[in-house]
């Protein structure tokens, strides 16, 4: 094997496809969009681990937890909002609420979602907070990835990895309690006596949490996530991003060798220090930017301490860079939401918000099925009655039992009982009690006298308390053909 | 390609991804060597261990009498075994119930009412749809068991005695029994006679305005018919005797199939069913059978539903 071909061919390394990933160690930073980055960070933890603890009393016949995925009896409580499986309608429409709300955010303020609040940005940063805690701040982090193993090193790596294993238990443990009562579901979960999903569904997000948030970080956001391909697309001379004035900072550099004027950059390379995604933003609008700002942070810093104004990285929008380097004044950033594209997605996000409202209001709680029996479909009685039978689901939609009275609307004469009482009660109406949340079966027996055609017949459900509502059935009733 | 050199100097290196070949060459084809991963070749190796260990523990291995038994004596069919007791098992609790509740005492307990219908309806389809069909609705000389007109009674209590005792079941004391002449066969009646009494027939049930020969069979009947049909043709549960005057007909209202009736009578028969089914399965079918819209007899007439039983669907 040492023998080379006499061509010089061997031994050359394969050609690479990709470059080698480099290790990100982005240094701390203070500045306004540190500080909203932190404000926004606190806020979503605070959503995600608070909200399946608050309370929401429905009664004594519902769960009384506010936000509540509930799969077993196929209930989504979400407040004074109850959804019944049919209802998923309102689901789907709050997810195309969440699509078209981020096309909204990023047309009026570009990725703002990427930056601030998505799970992977948060879960990332609060990961690389621990990393600054335990290792120190960029160059003491570097420098201990080079080190040797050795136990101090050992020690401290277990020490960070704890912690990370700690942050993934939580987020995972968070989860599961979205699906079941939260207080008894963490008592059972800790004494072992919780359903087996609950124990994998932990496990499984506590490993993705760890490996994405604690390993992957930055390659999730440029090589995983379909959404910067979608927003890159979906970005115009209108949305805000983050530039590097290159106008204002080139050539750059500490000192001119030739004595030339030099631009506002110094070339300190804190912007690129920063980054969580490790891209240097003087290279121009790439896909690795979150637009996170934290190099906006680092840039004003160093600008305020050489005395020069700030914003030489800032969020601005194609446009207005074009107008800034012919020297005429920013527009101010409020009035850049306000174009079409932001109009026209506000618009379709209010349609469609306001639909759902509508469909809230004016859902019916109760409602009717019924299936008409066609095994015979209709029975002769021995006084030469007309027998049809069907089974009526009546439904009670609230959390408290509900008073409904069934009305028959068919053919002349016909008169309706039910399986729980005697013919002779037969009338054209009847009343129950439906308790709540209860999908209550009925088999409903319609007679009519001798002779009936067969014909329409409708059933209506009506709440007999304050709240009212009706809701009809639209069935048919079967007679003989007429013989003679 | 494969120069001579080689085969001395050892496999070549390929240019472009620059691992090395095995060495081997056919029709200008070389293979590179790129052996399995080792992961996928310990998974591979790990996956032979379990198969030996697969055919041990589970019968596995054919033999020419009988194969191997595997070491913990598992077959699918004593798996399925267990899981029919097990289902066997999870039924017992309702069975016991069932036995223990005298069946008009059923409407009392409306969970287990409706657990003995849903079983009866399993058991119907099972042993009662060749005769009652599939909806029970019946056909000729086969009651329909959805209307409201009974032979024998309609209550639980009487459709339950119907199916353990069957309807003229030889050996059974206590099955339902009744015998109606065969008026025309026999000579108690001559053919004008029998025309006569299903002319009255056919007037009582409304199905034909009154004339001289129902007039005529009116006086027959009263002779003839009466003991079992009754002074008003409304028939007897006693005796099975059917009511006359409805318009429900187990064998045909018309005039030929009530010439026929009366001429040669009929004597359908149902098996008993107490000998095949358990007592439970026969609570269960009456049940059922009383659910489909003639049961009679309700212990509580328009009783409410069980409005206030409020089900939780909370945790």
Known sequence: MTNMDPKGLTRQPPKRLHAETQAVYPRAVDGRFRRLKWAVMTFCLAVYYITPWLRWHRGP????????????????????????????????????????????????????????????????????????????????????????????????????WSIYLLISISTGGAWIFYFADAPTLAREFVTLQAPSIAYSTVFVLTVTTMWFGGFMREQVCIYMCPWPRIQSAMLDEKSLLVTYKDWRGEPRGKKSPTGAPLGDCIDCGLCAAVCPTGIDIREGPQIGCITCALCIDACDGVMAKTGRPRGLIDYVTLEDAAREINGQSATPHWKLIWHA?????????????????????????????????????????????????????????????????????????????????????????????????????LRIYVTAPAGTHEGKLSFTLRALDQDGGQVSYDTRFDAPEDEH | ???????????????????????????????????????????????????????????????????????????????????????????????????????????????????????GKAAFKVNCVPCHGSGAAGSIGYPNLNDDDWLWGGTLTDIQTTLEHGIRQPGDDATRTSM??????????????????????????????????????????????????????????????????????????????????????????????????????????????????????????????????ATSTGQ
């Open chain 1, 61 to 160: 016949y519902s769960p009384d937890q506010a936000v509540l995925i509930d799969l077993e009896h196929r209930r989504f409580y979400m407040f004074a909002i109850e959804i019944w499986p049919q209802e998923f309608y309102f689901v789907a429409g709050l997810l195309i609420m969440a699509g078209i709300g981020l096309f909204l955010v990023t047309s009026a303020v570009g990725r703002a979602w990427c930056g601030y609040a998505c799970p992977q940005t948060v879960w990332t940063d609060l990961f690389q907070h621990v990393d600054r805690l335990i290792d120190g701040d960029r160059n003491a982090q570097m420098k201990l990835a080079k080190a040797p193993w050795g136990p101090a090193k050992i020690a401290r790596r277990l020490g960070k």
């Open chain 2, 180 to 309: 109606m002449p065969s008026f025309g066969r026999d000579g108690i009646l001559k053919p004008a006679d029998v025309q006569d009494v299903v002319s009255y027939v056919r007037q009582i049930s409304g199905q034909e305005p009154g004339n001289a020969s129902a007039q005529r069979g009116a006086a027959l009947f009263a002779a003839n018919c009466v003991a079992c049909h009754g002074a008003d043709g409304k028939g007897n549960r006693m005796f099975g005797a059917p009511n006359l005057t409805d318009k429900v007909w187990l064998y045909g209202g018309s005039r030929t199939a009530l010439t026929e009736t009366v001429t040669n009578a009929h004597a359908g028969v149902m098996p008993a069913w107490g000998n095949r089914l358990s007592p439970a399965t026969i609570k269960m079918l009456a049940a059922y059978v009383h659910s489909l819209g003639g049961g009679e007899a309700f212990a509580a007439p328009a009783a409410a539903p069980a409005a206030e039983t």
């Open chain 2, 1 to 119: 390609m494969s120069a001579p050199e080689n085969e001395k100097t050892g496999p070549r290196i390929d240019e472009p991804t620059g691992t090395s070949t095995m060495g081997h060459e056919w029709d200008g084809i070389e293979e590179l060597n790129t052996p399995l991963p080792t992961w996928w070749l310990y998974t591979f190796y790990a996956c032979i261990v379990f198969a030996i260990g697969y055919c041990v523990v589970y019968p596995a291995i054919p033999g020419i009498k009988e194969g191997s038994h595997g070491t913990f004596g598992w077959t699918s069919r004593g798996q399925l075994a267990s899981e029919m007791d097990a289902a066997k098992a999870a039924r017992a609790p309702v069975l016991a119930a069932l036995d223990a509740t005298p069946i008009a005492d059923l409407p009392k307990n409306p969970e287990l009412l409706a657990k003995a219908v849903a079983g």
């Open chain 1, 341 to 441: 594209r932001t109009l026209i997605y506000l618009g379709i996000w209010s349609a469609i918000g306001a639909a759902l409202l509508f469909a809230l209001g004016t859902r019916q709680h109760i409602s009717i099925a019924v299936s008409k029996d066609r095994n015979p479909p209709y029975m002769i009685l021995s006084s030469g009655e007309i027998r049809n039978a069907y089974a009526v689901r009546w439904k009670n939609m609230e959390a408290r039992p509900r008073k409904m009275q069934l009305v028959l609307d068919g053919p002349a004469g016909a008169r309706m009982w039910s399986e729980d009482m005697a013919k002779d009660m037969a009338a054209r109406d009847l009343t129950r009690i439906i308790p709540a949340d209860t999908t209550s079966p």
